[in-house]
């Protein structure tokens, strides 16, 4: 079945760095890509998302591209604030079946000042 | 945009209480709601999904008799966590799908359920 895989955090940056954090997905067919974001607290929020390959999501500073040929959707940013942190999930949706999202298993980020 | 509403935001109760939890969409109609549980560092894992004026659709592993469904209009689905235990503690949380194209889903702000 359809699966997305993550890096484990949780990862540790000091305000300004860069970010990268990988995702990687199997699925049949054409999923669409997602990133979502959790603060402390709060629901999940829709960060970006690419519908399909070679498609760049991007939103607050923070860019995915849609890599088919990797089965990639990586996460980067180039200067993080602390306000960034939270916990980042990665997801996808199958183009068959019902609308459902599979989701990693998410990355907590703290970014420290 | 289109909003979520869930609540209770966090409550806990004692072992062998029922606990329901409801998620409204404001501004919107949600004919489908997905319901997910999220376990301490765990990613969500859905657990089944409500249709208006039908039965819900769950996910293998999960019990029904245990978490019941209800999605009895187009604004309200509710989750009903029956005969509660420690085991159930988790965080619980809602979602609506995209109402078109490049609409996206949107998501409650979670339920934290603590079993005693």
């Known amino acids: 079945g359809d699966s997305v895989t993550q890096m484990e955090g949780p990862v540790t940056l000091s305000e300004e760095a860069f970010l990268t954090i990988n995702c990687t997905y199997t699925?049949?067919?054409?999923?669409?890509l997602f990133w979502y974001v959790q603060y402390p607290g709060e629901g999940l929020q829709l960060l970006l998302k690419?519908?399909?390959?070679?498609d760049k999501g991007s939103n607050k500073g923070f860019e995915a591209t849609y890599r088919k040929e990797t089965t990639s959707f990586h996460l980067e940013k180039g200067s993080v604030q602390v306000s960034d942190s939270a916990v980042y999930f990665c997801?996808?949706?199958?183009?068959?079946?019902?609308?459902?999202?599979?989701f990693g298993t998410g990355t907590r980020l703290l970014v420290s000042p | 945009g289109a909003v979520v509403s869930q609540h209770p935001s966090w409550v806990i109760c004692k072992s062998g209480t029922s606990v329901k939890i409801e998620c409204r969409s404001l501004d919107f109609q949600a004919t489908t709601m997905f319901w997910y549980r999220q376990f301490p560092k765990q990613s969500l894992m859905l657990m089944a999904t409500?249709?208006?004026?039908?039965?819900?659709?769950?996910e293998q592993g999960v019990e029904k008799d245990k978490f019941l469904i209800n999605h009895a209009s187009l604004t309200l689905s509710t989750l009903t966590v029956t005969s509660a235990h420690p085991e159930d503690s988790s965080f619980y949380i809602c979602s609506a799908p995209p109402g078109g194209v490049v609409g996206g889903y949107t998501f409650g702000s979670g339920t934290r359920l603590t079993v005693v």
């Open positions: 699925a049949t067919g054409y999923p669409s």
């Open positions: 409500s249709n208006e004026g039908s039965k819900a659709t769950y």
């Open positions: 997801a996808l949706r199958s183009d068959t079946g019902f609308q459902k999202l599979v």
């Open positions: 690419a519908t399909k390959a070679d």
